[in-house]
């Protein structure tokens, strides 16, 4: 997988996540209503959005064109 695939995988991870917490604060947990009966799914997901975040704290100055 290219650097920018993950760059742009782990984006996405992060963004949905940030969605989902912002609304969450509203009483809508989208991800638990879409993986609700899924909760070894729910786990997954949370697992990969946490390596997302090291993933884009470990390499952002290398990604990002304003920190470079």
Do not use: Q
């Not at 809508?28 to 993986?35: C, K, P």
């Not at 609700?36 to 990969?48: D, F, H, Q, T």
């Amino acid at each position: 997988m290219s650097n920018k695939t993950l760059h742009m995988v782990a984006f996405i991870l992060l963004v949905v996540a940030g969605l989902n917490w912002g609304l969450s604060v509203l009483g809508w947990d989208v991800v638990s209503m879409v993986l609700g009966s899924w909760p070894m799914a729910y786990k997954v997901l949370g697992l990969l959005v946490g390596l997302a975040a090291v993933y884009e704290v470990a390499t952002h100055k290398g990604n990002c064109k304003v920190c470079a």
